[in-house]
């Protein structure tokens, strides 16, 4: 069956430093790739949206990229700051299919 | 304002009882979703629905039943087969013109 795993459950990383985060998926052929953050009680908000066949997708200080042959994505955050502390969660889907999700990374920054 | 909502917020079940959780949106999204988090986990799916009357199981179905009778509406019961139910339940709808989930805020169900 299909599995996801995000790298740590949890990463501590010192404020303006780039925080970043892996998501690596088994046994799937994503149409695209999803990252959501997590904020403690609430719903995930979804952040960013890349496609089987783009390589690299940036939105602000957000960056993604997919390697399809590696069957990974990374996520980076630039410039960081304590607001960015919450959890991300790693999103796979084909077309017209279910989305599933990693078990995701509680991203810590330190002021 | 456009969103999704799900009551009631926090919720009781009490032993061999059935429960319903509401989720309602008015996105005008065909798809919904239903996944359970527990502390520190990630998303599991339990159901998902792509049209009006019609649903599939996800990776855990066991325990829960859904509906899904009008496009605004996809409540999920949780059946007393369910032995550990105690968990945080999200809803979402798909936008699939831009492939993302909405989410909404949550409901917290637990075991009395």
């Known amino acids: 069956s299909q599995k996801i795993e995000q790298n740590s459950e949890a990463l501590n990383i010192q404020e303006g430093k780039t925080a970043t985060l892996t998501c690596n998926y088994t046994?799937?052929?994503?149409?695209?790739l999803q990252w959501y953050r997590q904020d403690p009680g609430r719903g995930p908000v979804f952040l960013l949206l890349?496609?089987?066949?783009?390589k690299e997708k940036r939105k602000e200080r957000l960056k993604v990229t997919f390697d399809t042959t590696l069957k990974q994505s990374l996520f980076h955050i630039t410039a960081s700051q304590p607001a960015d502390s919450a959890t991300y969660l790693c999103a796979l889907a084909r077309r017209d299919d279910k989305i599933i999700f990693g078990k995701g990374t509680r991203l810590h920054i330190l002021p | 304002d456009g969103g999704i909502t799900q009551s009631p917020k926090y919720l009781f079940r009490k032993e061999g009882q059935n429960v319903t959780l509401s989720c309602e949106q008015n996105?005008?999204?065909?798809?919904m979703y239903w996944y359970r988090q527990d502390p520190g986990q990630g998303l599991r799916l339990i159901y998902y629905?792509?049209?009006?009357?019609?649903?599939q199981k996800g990776d855990i179905a066991e325990g829960y039943s859904v509906s899904r009778e009008k496009k605004e509406s996809f409540p999920l019961t949780v059946t007393s087969a369910q032995k550990n139910p105690t968990a945080f339940y999200l809803c979402?709808?798909?936008?699939?013109?831009?492939?993302?989930?909405?989410f909404g805020s949550g409901t917290q169900l637990s075991v009395l």
């Open positions: 629905s792509q049209i009006v009357n019609d649903f």
């Open positions: 979402a709808s798909l936008d699939a013109t831009n492939e993302k989930l909405f």
């Open positions: 996105l005008n999204h065909d798809a």
């Open positions: 046994n799937y052929s994503p149409a695209y």
């Open positions: 890349i496609r089987e066949n783009e």
